[in-house]
């Protein structure tokens, strides 16, 4: 601001720089400067009175302005470069802090995923989390899609600008089949002590999908793989109908239909009937009675061979089921773009 009072606009200038020293900002404005600028006021000729008065009062305004400024800065958090590394030798008072528990709620994924792990745990499964990059070997060649396979094709999913050695980028897993080979691998020794392969592996996948209510580009899957001797089709329908008769708290019957995955021989697409009306149809059935829910099948050869086990002492089989599909199930949810939206009336439903 300029002040066409030469000796305000001296004072206006010194009160400024000392502005920058005072440790409470606010003093500035009980500065004596600033006290017997007004008191002289009344001295000056009556011509001058207003234009003087004017410019003190433009002068205090300037002032608690800057005053205002200051302490808008003080009470602001540091800025924080979220894309940092976190340096563990933070002091304790410095580190970030999480939000205490009693401010939010568990997602109802989060939830759902348990009783979907608990029911499984009790059929003598364990449980290991998928990866959320991955790369053209586990997502593709192992799973029996060698290179130029069309099927490929089927899972427009997100890679990322970093190539690996061989020069091929890196991708955000379209289905948590990714995990089949790294499993069956580490569990290879459970067959040659008697003992099956039984593991779950629940994880998010990525689609590059046109999204609606019933497709979303994030969402979650938990696959199945169980191997041993004289393992059959009839072992894998019998397992999961279990798992749906507990998760749906009612019996549920299931029927498949011939599929095609290239890392499954045969292959099914599992339906089931509808919870919500016992198959006499409904809006969540598309008044059929059933729904479709998932691909499975039996492992193909390929997959077995490619983690160094004998396809013709050991069979078994796979399924990769969406989380989603089968709690907005549970719960009649319409729309599954909901569980990502971090819409609090959608979330606090599920708040217990
Ligand atoms: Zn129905």
């Not at 020293?21 to 002289?40: G, P």
């Not at 030798?89 to 939830?111: E, V, Y």
């Not at 955000?172 to 580490?186: D, E, G, I, K, Y």
């Not at 890392?263 to 009675?289: N, R």
């Amino acid at each position: 601001m300029n002040y066409a009072n030469p000796r305000i606009a001296a004072i206006a200038g010194q009160l400024k720089g000392r502005l920058d020293e005072l440790e409470n900002k606010t003093d500035i404005l009980k500065a004596t400067e600033l006290k017997a600028l007004y008191a002289e006021i009344p001295t000056l000729p009556p011509a001058e009175r207003a234009g003087f008065g004017k410019e003190i009062n433009a002068l205090k305004q300037e002032l608690e302005q800057l005053v205002a400024a200051h302490q808008e800065q003080a009470e602001a958090p540091d800025p924080v470069d979220v894309t940092a590394p976190f340096d563990v030798n933070t002091p304790a008072g410095k580190q970030p802090r999480l939000l205490t528990a009693d401010q939010g709620s568990r997602h109802p994924l989060t939830t759902e995923l348990e009783v979907v792990l608990d029911i499984f745990y009790r059929m003598g499964f364990t449980a290991i989390e998928s990866r959320q990059l991955d790369d053209d070997y586990h997502m593709f060649e192992t799973l029996n899609f060698p290179e130029g396979h069309p099927a490929r094709d089927d899972y427009d999913t997100f890679m990322t600008v970093e190539t690996d050695t061989k020069g091929r980028q890196f991708i955000a897993p379209a289905h948590t089949s990714t995990m089949q080979n790294r499993v069956l691998a580490q569990f290879r020794p459970n067959l040659e002590q008697g003992k099956p392969i039984a593991v779950l592996l629940p994880g998010r996948v990525f689609r590059n999908e046109d999204l609606d209510a019933r497709h979303e580009h994030t969402f979650h899957q938990f696959e199945g793989v169980y191997v041993d001797r004289g393992i059959h089709a009839g072992n894998l329908l019998a397992t999961f109908k279990t798992f749906l008769s507990e998760y749906y708290r009612q019996d549920i019957e299931i029927k498949s239909q011939p599929f095609y995955f290239p890392f499954t021989e045969p292959s099914f697409e599992l339906a089931l009937s509808c919870p919500f009306c016992q198959k006499q149809g409904c809006h969540i059935c598309s008044h059929t009675g059933w729904i479709e829910l998932l691909g499975m099948g039996m492992i193909h050869p390929n997959v077995l061979k490619a983690a160094g086990i004998d396809p013709n002492e050991f069979t078994g089989f796979a399924w990769g089921c969406g989380l989603e599909r089968l709690v907005m199930m549970k719960y009649g949810i319409e729309d599954i773009r909901h569980f990502e939206s971090g819409k609090l009336d959608f979330l606090k439903q599920f708040s217990k």
